[in-house]
């Protein structure tokens, strides 16, 4: 997976990230008789599909009537996942799976931890790897029907001038990401440690870009790659607060992720106010509930042109 990719990625879970090391005791969800509770367009919502849901939402320390917040999400996943799979835009199971490990590698956790969690709630891996493919299909959706985007990047701009507002600016990082790979048949606790004390060595003898190369060359399973031009708004949430803290020509801190052990080497960092910065603040903005109005409006017909009924 490459590192833009990730932002599309990252941030989903994070009150699941959050709350997962709390959980400290089994789930006491009532093993009943799965029962048919709701349908949507003749796809069934059982009663455990809802248990499962309320356990999840336990997990995210989420507050409220669960059971209603767990019926309704699970409609909307319904509509959403039939409208992914009727514009042939759904996520592989090899696209889910993985996901699924580099959730459990940003938590410092093998996917048989992972999977011993979720069941220890009452979530279950199926329950969590079914909310991972409707997180990673509905964007896909948007993107088909908004025409690959929506507003232009002209067009964004120009609304924002329109509404009294300047020309934001931002940040622009280049960026390097140098990785010490572990391949998964050799992924042991010891071993990760080993290459996380190799990356910090590394990362504490980089003076920036242009020495990185040749700082790496000849070191085993060591790659680096040229992530060139990222702004601000587009970094990655678990990536974000340690390549802000990191200071031009400098590193972040070594992660363990799915791959090895990774950092990011800062070859520049620099204001900028061009359209490009505009638009992105400007998404920002607008998508920082979740979702796009075009997306909630989209959905919403959906809704109104299915045929839902509660048992």
Same mark, same amino acid.
């Given at each position: 997976?490459?590192?833009? +990719?990730?932002?599309?990625?990252?941030?989903?879970?994070?009150?699941?990230?959050?709350?997962?090391?709390?959980?400290?005791?089994?789930?006491?969800?009532?093993?009943?008789?799965?029962?048919?509770?709701?349908?949507?367009?003749?796809?069934?919502?059982?009663?455990?599909?809802?248990?499962?849901?309320?356990?999840?939402?336990?997990?995210?320390?989420?507050?409220?009537?669960?059971?209603?917040?767990?019926?309704?999400?699970?409609?909307?996943?319904?509509?959403?996942?039939?409208?992914?799979?009727?514009?042939?835009?759904?996520?592989?199971?090899?696209?889910?799976? +993985?996901?699924?490990?580099?959730?459990?590698?940003?938590?410092?956790?093998?996917?048989?931890?992972?999977?011993?969690?979720?069941?220890?709630?009452?979530?279950?891996?199926?329950?969590?790897?079914?909310?991972?493919?409707?997180?990673?299909?509905?964007?896909?959706?948007?993107? +088909?029907?908004?025409?690959?985007?929506?507003?232009?990047?002209?067009?964004?701009?120009?609304?924002?001038?329109?509404?009294?507002?300047?020309?934001?600016?931002?940040?622009?990082?280049?960026?390097?990401?140098?990785?010490?790979?572990?391949?998964?048949?050799?992924?042991?606790?010891?071993?990760?440690?080993?290459?996380?004390?190799?990356?910090?060595?590394?990362?504490?003898?980089?003076?920036?870009?242009?020495?990185?190369?040749?700082?790496?060359?000849?070191?085993?399973?060591?790659?680096?790659?040229?992530?060139?031009?990222?702004?601000?708004?587009?970094?990655?949430?678990?990536?974000?607060?340690?390549?802000?803290?990191?200071?031009?020509?400098?590193?972040?801190?070594?992660?363990?992720?799915?791959?090895?052990?990774?950092?990011?080497?800062?070859?520049?960092?620099?204001?900028?106010?061009?359209?490009?910065?505009?638009?992105?603040?400007?998404?920002?903005?607008?998508?920082?509930?979740?979702?796009?109005?075009?997306?909630?409006?989209?959905?919403?017909?959906?809704?109104?042109?299915?045929?839902?009924?509660?048992?």
């Amino acid at each position: 997976m490459n590192f833009p +990719a990730i932002f599309r990625l990252t941030g989903l879970l994070l009150t699941v990230a959050l709350a997962l090391p709390l959980l400290i005791a089994p789930a006491t969800t009532a093993r009943a008789a799965s029962e048919i509770k709701i349908i949507v367009n003749s796809q069934a919502i059982t009663s455990v599909d809802i248990a499962r849901r309320v356990a999840f939402l336990k997990l995210q320390r989420t507050g409220g009537n669960l059971g209603k917040k767990a019926r309704e999400q699970l409609v909307e996943e319904a509509l959403k996942m039939q409208e992914a799979a009727r514009i042939r835009v759904l996520v592989s199971d090899a696209q889910v799976d +993985a996901s699924y490990q580099r959730f459990a590698a940003s938590n410092n956790m093998s996917t048989k931890q992972l999977t011993q969690v979720l069941n220890q709630a009452g979530v279950t891996p199926k329950h969590f790897k079914a909310f991972i493919r409707v997180q990673m299909s509905w964007p896909r959706v948007v993107t +088909a029907i908004s025409g690959g985007g929506g507003m232009s990047t002209q067009d964004l701009v120009s609304k924002m001038l329109e509404r009294g507002d300047d020309k934001p600016s931002t940040t622009e990082y280049i960026l390097q990401q140098v990785v010490l790979v572990v391949p998964a048949s050799k992924r042991s606790k010891s071993v990760l440690n080993a290459r996380k004390r190799e990356a910090d060595q590394l990362r504490a003898r980089i003076q920036g870009c242009d020495s990185s190369a040749s700082m790496i060359k000849g070191l085993r399973d060591v790659s680096l790659r040229q992530l060139g031009r990222i702004m601000q708004p587009q970094l990655p949430a678990d990536w974000k607060p340690l390549i802000e803290r990191a200071s031009a020509g400098g590193a972040t801190t070594a992660r363990i992720t799915e791959r090895g052990v990774e950092f990011i080497v800062i070859c520049s960092a620099k204001t900028v106010s061009d359209d490009k910065a505009a638009e992105l603040m400007f998404r920002a903005e607008s998508d920082q509930s979740g979702e796009s109005e075009e997306a909630k409006k989209y959905l919403a017909e959906l809704r109104k042109r299915a045929v839902i009924a509660n048992k």
